[in-house]
């Protein structure tokens, strides 16, 4: 059996100001740092074996903070398990993208990544990692679009229209290729 936790890096700045961030490097701001030093001590309670994460700043700053609680030096980057990209979206918020684009902006070209290409891409890194650490517990440090597109696949009928919260935990068991989940969107940690 494998376990895999996937977790949403720490609050930043732009979460906060309901600014769209993709692919823009933003760092954790100092409530995001206490969030993931709370999920480590939360999962230090249980065994995990390595720590993936994005290269985007936020993220992997929220993996190595877990990670050093966990007491894991094996923390590994993975550019595929990035934020999905906004595009010209980028640090804007609702109300700017409504008076920019109007209603309708999610329908027009503004340079976004496709949901195809998102689910190509994380699929093809859960697909070596399950190759590469079968029976392993690993935990995977993401962004909150990102994770939403592989539960879309993973876990259909688990997927709300609620946003993901900061350092919310969604672990699955995997026995045969078959995708169990144990827990969703948990931030128990944080109350």
């Known amino acids: 059996m494998t376990r895999i936790a996937l977790i949403r ?30 999920l480590g001590i939360r999962l230090s309670d249980e065994s995990w074996d390595i720590v993936y994460t ?22 590994r980057e993975d550019k595929r398990i990035m934020e999905v990209s906004g595009g010209q979206t980028e640090g804007t918020t609702e109300a ?6 109007g209603t309708g902006w999610r329908q027009l070209e503004l ?35 990102f994770i939403r597109h592989l539960l879309k696949k993973l876990a259909p009928s688990l997927v709300q229209d609620s946003n993901l919260k900061n350092t919310s935990v969604t672990r699955f068991t995997v ?17």
């Open 9 to 38: 890096h720490g609050s930043t700045a732009w979460n906060k100001e309901g600014k769209m961030q993709g692919s823009t490097d933003i760092a954790l701001d100092n409530e995001g740092l206490e969030q993931a030093r709370k």
């Open 54 to 75: 994005s290269h985007l700043s936020r993220a992997k700053r929220t993996g190595e903070i877990i990670a050093a609680e966990l007491g894991i030096e094996d923390v």
């Open 96 to 101: 700017d993208r409504i008076a920019k684009w």
């Open 111 to 145: 340079g976004m990544e496709t949901e195809q290409a998102v689910l190509t891409r994380g699929m093809a890194f859960l697909d070596d990692l399950m190759q590469e650490h079968a029976g392993k517990h690993i935990v995977i440090v993401s962004h909150g679009s």
């Open 175 to 191: 026995n045969d290729d078959v995708w169990e989940c144990e827990l969703y969107n948990c931030t128990a940690h944080l109350v």
